[in-house]
């Protein structure tokens, strides 16, 4: 049988099999890699009865070579089966007549887990497949929690180490605290001075150093990244889209082969593009509602089909999704058209001029697929005051961002068709935020997790209990110039 093999959106790239397409992580063209094999058609039926495990072990085998499935079973077994995340992984709650799929029960209480609980895996999979004895060095730039994310997935991975970089002046008080008190024997957390962008940009720089290559070279040490355009960071996500699907046929709220819609709170777009896999092969979704916040340059791409970076930035309160360059969104405008020359020119429009428009064809499909909204601070804040009202739900304001742009959608389409929002957060990781939508009182966000708890009796998340009081272990802050010197440092001691 022909290997499965992965390309860019953008063409030049030589074919990368799945290992290749994880550790190499971003086309050598700057492009993205998605599959260029026909993703099989999944028989609904033979996964209707699966535990998390079994249905991730079916979907995600789709995707790598035939003859590894079992070793695939082991891995999603270590990231889902094994304790990190409650016995149904993904639960599916009730808010009013919308069903919630709770993505955030992994072990720092984000999103971000469902795919790094299992990418540190992929990573020392793929080097042993491929015969490699290197060890890998994560580096990461974080604006809040994707950091955290990693560092629990990677945390005592054998063969990997992992060294985070946040920017002092750009997280939260609870995700700081949640980073700086990671323990385990091969992370590391390290403060710059500076912004998000400082951070980020040095951390690219050392990716790019000929100094850090050749000592790399030297130690036998492979440098990696864990962000959300590596291939393993989406395949992950697939999963649950068929499963918080089946759990609804399971829970007869749905029959099997009924079309359903998904609502998404989105910023990179790299859950959503999941959900389109998922589409793809032959899961039932009717429609894909993309939530913005105020930084809404997506709902203006699948209102318009012009993507128009040249605008003001803004920080909100659903911080995980303020971007403007959302790098997801070139895989799906690949799926859509095919044609790799077109992405290429419109990804060189968008560097030249930060604006390209789709053509007709592909926003036709477009049209087809989404619908999207967004909303301002004060109508999340106001959705999750209602919402809880209502239903008794609590949202996140992330979640929140969803749900108005859903009832939104609903209110303005008349679609009853039923509707999955993914939860992207607990209310616990904003819990200032929430419990001022709750009760209108401004709290610290520790005294404002305690406060909301008493008030809702919503249960805290364990990865957020006590965090107050969890001892620093990290406690390096240096400047952005340093840092290349520090990983050089770093690998020097391996
Ligand atoms: C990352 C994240 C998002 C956005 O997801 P994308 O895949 O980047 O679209 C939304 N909400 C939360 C809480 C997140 O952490």
């Known amino acids: 049988m022909k290997e499965k093999m992965y390309l860019s ?5 030589k074919p990368l099999n799945f290992y290749e397409a994880i550790l190499q992580g971003i086309g050598s063209d700057g492009g993205l890699l ?80 469902m795919a790094l609980s299992l990418l540190p895996h992929f990573m020392t999979f793929s080097l042993k497949q491929k015969g490699e004895n290197r060890e890998v060095m994560i580096l990461a730039a974080t604006s809040g929690d994707t950091g955290k994310a990693a560092l629990e997935g990677f945390k005592d991975v054998k063969g990997t180490c992992i060294k985070v970089f946040y920017p002092i002046d750009g997280v939260s008080p609870i995700q700081k605290q949640q980073m700086i008190t990671q323990t385990g024997d091969n992370v590391d957390v390290i403060g710059i001075r500076g912004n998000f ?29 864990a962000n959300s355009i590596n291939i393993g960071r989406l395949i992950p996500q697939i999963v649950y889209y068929f499963y918080s699907y089946l759990t609804l046929v399971n829970q007869k709220e749905i029959k099997l082969g009924d079309e359903i819609n998904f609502t998404i709170p989105s910023g990179n777009f790299g859950n959503c593009l999941a959900g389109y896999i998922a589409k793809n092969m032959g899961l039932p979704i009717q429609k894909f509602i993309i939530a913005s916040n105020k930084n809404n340059i997506l709902t203006d791409f699948f209102q318009t089909g012009q993507y128009d970076a040249n605008r003001e930035f803004y920080k909100t309160n659903a911080p995980a999704m303020d971007i403007l360059v959302s790098s997801n969104l070139e895989r799906l405008v690949y799926f859509l058209c095919q044609d790799a020359s077109k992405v290429n020119s ?21 049209q087809e697929n989404f619908a999207a909204g967004w909303l301002n601070e004060t109508n999340v804040l106001d959705t999750i005051g209602s919402c809880y009202k209502e239903t008794g739900y609590l949202l996140d304001t992330h979640t929140a961002v969803g749900y108005g742009v859903y009832k939104e959608y609903q209110k303005q389409t008349n679609d009853q068709t039923k509707t999955i929002l993914l939860s992207t957060a607990s209310p616990y990781k904003f819990p200032s935020s929430v419990y001022q939508a709750v009760t209108g009182g401004i709290l610290d966000e520790y005294e404002a997790i ?17 965090i107050k009081d969890r001892e620093v272990l990290h406690k390096k802050v240096i400047d952005k110039e340093t840092i290349i010197d520090f990983i050089g440092d770093q690998i020097k001691e391996l």
């Open 9 to 13: 959106t953008r063409g030049d790239q």
């Open 34 to 113: 998605v599959p260029e094999f026909d993703v099989d058609q999944k028989d609904l039926k033979a996964l209707l009865h699966m535990n998390y495990v079994d249905m991730a072990t079916e979907i995600i085998s789709t995707f790598t070579p035939d003859d590894v499935k079992e070793d695939i079973r082991k891995l999603c077994q270590k990231a889902y089966g094994d304790g990190l995340f409650p016995k149904d992984v993904v639960p599916v709650e009730k808010a009013g007549d919308v069903y919630v799929a709770e993505l955030f029960q992994g072990p720092t209480a984000a999103f971000k887990d």
């Open 346 to 366: 419109y990804m060189q429009q968008l560097n030249e001029t930060g604006v390209y428009k789709v053509d007709n064809d592909i926003f036709a499909k477009v």
């Open 197 to 225: 962008d400082d951070a980020q940009t040095a951390v690219k720089k050392a990716f790019n150093s000929q100094e850090l290559k050749d000592l790399c070279h030297q130690h036998n040490v492979f440098l990696s990244s």
């Open 450 to 466: 305690d406060a909301l708890n008493e008030k809702t009796k919503v249960a805290i998340p364990t990865p957020l209990q006590g």
